[in-house]
Antibody, heavy 118, light 110 residues
Framework: EVQLVQSGAEVKKPGDSLKISCKAS????????IAWVRQMPGKGLEWMGI????????RYSPAFQGQVTISADKSISTAYLQWSSLKASDTAMYYC???????????WGQGTLVTVSS | QAVVTQEPSFSVSPGGTVTITCGLS?????????PSWYQQTPGQAPRTLID???TRSSGVPDRFSGSILGNKAALTITGAQADDESDYYC??????????FGGGTKLTVL
């Protein structure tokens, strides 16, 4: 079974750094892109970017370029989303999802809730 | 960055048909945007319904269908049921590996 399991909820202060993870199983991790999607409280889905674990190629939405870093460690089949300095506006649920084809995402991780508050 | 547009909300009667559309603020949606559709209920991760314009994901009932209607992608629910009450999102491929989600459509079944 193809599965993505994300790390647990985080509570951080503004200015903190953070790295959340998405562990894949059930398929060849290096063969498929992994995407990250943000959902702010009560809002819609926002595509942040993708990483290809085979060669670490990454693409970012212009809205998120420079704001986050997406990476992958193929030795442990895990993708990451990280911030160097969190803001309150980063408070959101973050989902990872595999991209099996040109533009669709499945399966999805269960989500990681990030709360940034002083 | 292009804006992907969806109707903010729709209401449908049980057994009725509803079509949710996915457009571009400038230009037309085509199969080259590989539109896909997702259903999300509160507190849950999104569920894939349709990929590559009109391919239903495994386990998705055939009352859900995807198409291109005019210059937009479309998700049609034929014979809506109470548990179809959810938020629906489309996502379009914009080239260079970049995708953009629509703002979402809140569907009420009543």
């Amino acid at each position: 079974e193809v599965q993505l399991v994300q790390s647990g909820a985080e509570v951080k202060k503004p200015g903190d750094s953070l790295k959340i993870s998405c562990k894949a199983s059930g398929y060849f991790f290096t063969s498929y892109w992994i995407a990250w999607v943000r959902q702010m409280p009560g809002k819609g889905l926002e595509w942040m970017g993708i990483v290809y674990p085979g060669d670490s190629d990454t693409r970012y939405s212009p809205a998120f370029q420079g704001q986050v870093t997406i990476s992958a460690d193929k030795s442990i089949s895990t993708a990451y989303l990280q911030w160097s300095s969190l803001k309150a506006s980063d408070t959101a649920m973050y989902y990872c999802a595999r991209r099996p084809g040109n533009n669709w995402f499945d399966p999805w991780g269960q989500g990681t809730l990030v709360t940034v508050s002083s | 960055q292009a804006v992907v547009t969806q109707e903010p909300s729709f209401s449908v009667s049980p057994g009725g048909t509803v079509t949710i559309t996915c457009g571009l603020s400038s230009g037309s949606v085509s199969t080259n945007n590989y539109p896909s559709w997702y259903q999300q209920t509160p507190g849950q991760a999104p569920r894939t319904l349709i990929d590559s314009t009109n391919t239903r994901s495994s386990g998705v009932p055939d009352r859900f269908s995807g198409s291109i209607l005019g210059n937009k992608a479309a998700l049609t629910i034929t014979g809506a049921q109470a548990d179809d009450e959810s938020d629906y999102y489309c996502v379009l491929h914009m080239g260079s590996g970049i995708s953009v989600f629509g703002g979402g459509t809140k569907l009420t079944v009543l």
